[in-house]
């Protein structure tokens, strides 16, 4: 009806804001990963260095998953879709880490 067609449609600023998102969640799950170490070296304990060691190998995965697709989001075309593999990827990683710092408190 007059307007523009979904394969004409300008994203505006959309993907830039999704781009920022994925960097400072990046960024806060860095935080956490240094939280996570922190705490693991105060207690000196054997199960926070294994922890530690698990939270700084989930937020390397998390870290992989958001750079591919920021990298997907400023190749300037449209974007694909999410694929249920990377975003089963970034939930896992995500909830394993809260795991992880629940377990590094407790």
Excluded: K, N, Y
């Excluded at 995965?61 to 990827?89: D, E, K, M, N």
């Amino acid at each position: 009806m007059g307007g523009v067609s979904a394969a004409g449609r300008d994203p505006g600023l959309q993907p830039e804001r999704t781009r920022l998102a994925w960097r400072r969640t990046t960024l806060s799950a860095a935080v956490a990963a240094v939280l996570a170490v922190r705490t693991a070296l105060r207690d000196g304990s054997a199960t926070g260095l294994v922890m530690c060691a698990v939270c700084c190998a989930l937020w390397l995965g998390f870290l992989g998953v958001a750079h591919h697709r920021i990298r997907t989001l400023s190749a300037g075309t449209t974007p694909p879709a999410f694929t249920p593999r990377h975003a089963a990827a970034a939930v896992l990683c995500a909830v394993a880490t809260a795991v992880c710092a629940a377990v590094l408190v407790v």
